[in-house]
C-alpha cells in the first residue's frame, strides 16, 4: 500500500508540474490579468491616485505648517517661571488697543441702522435684527467661550478667536444677502470676547499692588471701543459708502492678531484637572458661595442698566427739539464719555490700588449720581448737562467696574475666568433691560422720567454696596469694620 501511495503522489506531481509548465506557454487570462490595450488606461489610474495622495499630504502639510507658526511663541514671549513676562505700560497699552478695536465690532451696526434697510431692502424692525444678533452672540461666547480661559493657555486661545473673527469677518464685508449678513454678525460676535479673556489675564501677570491701574488702561479700551464704533460708523457712512467702516474693520482684526502674536505673552493654563462641563457648572457654584461676586454681579446689573439707558435716550433728546442735531452731531457726544481714558488710570493708581475696593465704590457712586443728577434735570434746556452727564457718569462707571473686579478676582484666583463670566452676564442684562426700560420711559415720559429711574437703579446699586463690609464673610453685616487701606 505504502508504495503504491508513494507512486501516485509521484505521478500527480509530475502532472502538475507539466501542466504548470503548458500553461507558462499561454496567456494569463485570470481576473487580476490586464488586457494590453487597457494598460495605459490602468497606470494613467495610478497615477491619478498618486498624485491625489501627493496633493493629499502636500494639502496636510501645508495646514500643518499653518497651525505650527499660529501656535509658535517667540523667545521673548514664552513662559518662564524664574523670570516671568514683565506687564509693562507697552503691552498695556496693547491689550487696551485691543480691546477698543475687537469690542468695537458689536456696534458699527448701531448708527447706520437705517442705511442697512435701504441696502438691503428690509424694514427698519428687520434691520435692528443685527444688533440683537451681535448682543446674543456676544452673550454665547461670554457663557461658552470665556470659562475656557480657565481651562487653556490664553495665548493660542485669543489668538484663535482673533484670528476666526477676521477670517468671517470678510464676509460681512462682501455678502448682499441680509440672512447672511445677521448670521455672520452672530458668528463674528461670538469670537468677540477676547477682551474679557484678556482681563483675568492681566489680573494674573499683573502684582496686586498695580492691578488697579493695569485693568483700568485695558477697561478704558472697552468703553473707547463702544464709543468710537458709533462715532467711526456714523461718520464714514455720512460721507462715504457704509461698508468702509466694515473693510476698516477688518484690516484693524488682522493688525490686532499681528501684533498680538508678536507681543502677547504666554502663560499656563491654570487648570488641568477640571472637565470643560465642570468648569461651566461650576460658574453657578461661586454664585451660591461667593457673596462677594453676587454683591458685584448685581451692582453691575443696576449700574450698566443706567449706561445703555442714557446713550439710547440720548439720540431722541439731542435729535428732537429745541436741539435738533443732524446724526454727526449726535455722534460727536460720545467724545465727551472718554473721561474715564483719561483720568481713570491716575483714579486707579492713587485710589483704587490705595485703599478697599468698596471705598472706590462708593466715591464712584457719588461721582455718578452727580453726573446723572445734573444732566436729567437741566438737559430738556441746556445742552451742558447731557455733556457732564455723558463724562462724570462714564468715569463713575467705569471705575465701579475696576473696583468690582478687583474684589471677585480675590475670591478664586484659578477661576479668574469664570469669576468674570459670572460678573459680565450680570453687566450684559443690565444693559439689555436699560435698553429696554429706557426706550419705554422715554416714550412715555420723556427724558426727565428716564433719568430719574436711572438714578433709582443707581440708588439700588447703593444699597447693595451697602449691605456688606469689606471684612464681612457672610452675606449681609459689617463685621470686621472698614477697613480703609487695601491688604492683599
Not at 392 to 414: E, H, W
Request: net charge neutral; aromatic share 12%; hydrophobic share 45%.
Amino acid at each position: 500500500m505504502t508504495a503504491e501511495s508513494d507512486q501516485r503522489v509521484e505521478i500527480t506531481s509530475s502532472s502538475q508540474i507539466e501542466n504548470s509548465t503548458e500553461l507558462s506557454n499561454y496567456p494569463i487570462t485570470s481576473a487580476n490579468h490586464v488586457p494590453p490595450q487597457q494598460l495605459g488606461e490602468v497606470e494613467k489610474g495610478n497615477e491619478l491616485v498618486q498624485n491625489a495622495t501627493e496633493e493629499s499630504t502636500a494639502e496636510r502639510s501645508h495646514w500643518r505648517l499653518f497651525i505650527d507658526i499660529i501656535s509658535w511663541t517667540p523667545p521673548r514671549c514664552r513662559w518662564n517661571t524664574e523670570n516671568p513676562s514683565k506687564f509693562g505700560l507697552p503691552l498695556n497699552i496693547l491689550f487696551a488697543f485691543s480691546a477698543t478695536f475687537t469690542v468695537a465690532n458689536l456696534y458699527y451696526s448701531h448708527p447706520i441702522l437705517d442705511v442697512l434697510a435701504r441696502f438691503f431692502d428690509v424694514s427698519h424692525e428687520r434691520a435692528s435684527l443685527i444688533p440683537t444678533c451681535s448682543q446674543a452672540g456676544y452673550a454665547t461666547g461670554l457663557i461658552l467661550l470665556c470659562p475656557l480661559g480657565d481651562l487653556v493657555r490664553r495665548r493660542h486661545f485669543v489668538l484663535l478667536l482673533t484670528l476666526l473673527t477676521a477670517t468671517l469677518w470678510i464676509g460681512i464685508c462682501i455678502t448682499k444677502s441680509f440672512e447672511v449678513f445677521l448670521v455672520l454678525s452672530f458668528l463674528t460676535s461670538v469670537t468677540t470676547v477676547t477682551p474679557q479673556i484678556m482681563l483675568p489675564l492681566v489680573g494674573d501677570l499683573v502684582p496686586p499692588a498695580r492691578r488697579g491701574t493695569a485693568l483700568s488702561i485695558v477697561s478704558s479700551g472697552l468703553v473707547l471701543g463702544l464709543l468710537f464704533a458709533r462715532l467711526l460708523s456714523g461718520i464714514i457712512a455720512e460721507y462715504s459708502h457704509w461698508r468702509n467702516i466694515y473693510w476698516l474693520s477688518l484690516a484693524l482684526q488682522f493688525l490686532i492678531f499681528t501684533l498680538l502674536w508678536l507681543f502677547m505673552p504666554d502663560y499656563p493654563s491654570t487648570n488641568t484637572d477640571i472637565s470643560y462641563i465642570k468648569i461651566l457648572y461650576s460658574i453657578i457654584g461661586y454664585y451660591w458661595t461667593s457673596p462677594v461676586l453676587i454683591q458685584a454681579t448685581l451692582m453691575g446689573f443696576f449700574l450698566s442698566a443706567t449706561f445703555t439707558s442714557f446713550w439710547t435716550t440720548l439720540t431722541f433728546l439731542l435729535s428732537g427739539t429745541p436741539y435738533t442735531y443732524p446724526t454727526v452731531t449726535i455722534g460727536l457726544f460720545s467724545l465727551a464719555g472718554l473721561t474715564p481714558m483719561f483720568l481713570g488710570p491716575l483714579f486707579s493708581r492713587y485710589v483704587i490700588d490705595r485703599f478697599e475696593p468698596q471705598l472706590s465704590i462708593l466715591v464712584s457712586l457719588g461721582i455718578l449720581i452727580i453726573g446723572v443728577s445734573i444732566g436729567t434735570y437741566t438737559g430738556t434746556y441746556s445742552v451742558a448737562g447731557p455733556i457732564i452727564q455723558a463724562a462724570l457718569q462714564d468715569f463713575g462707571l467705569q471705575m465701579t467696574q475696576i473696583a468690582n473686579r478687583i474684589s471677585i478676582y480675590s475670591v478664586a484666583p484659578k477661576a479668574r475666568n469664570r469669576i468674570n463670566t459670572g460678573y459680565m452676564m450680570g453687566v450684559f442684562c443690565g444693559q439689555l433691560m436699560g435698553t429696554s426700560v429706557g426706550n419705554r420711559l422715554y416714550s412715555q415720559g420723556g427724558w426727565i422720567l428716564s433719568g430719574s429711574v436711572n438714578l433709582g437703579f443707581i440708588g439700588a446699586a447703593l444699597g447693595i454696596c451697602l449691605l456688606r463690609g469689606p471684612a464681612e464673610k457672610g452675606w449681609i453685616g459689617w463685621s470686621g469694620g472698614f477697613p480703609i487701606r487695601r491688604i492683599e
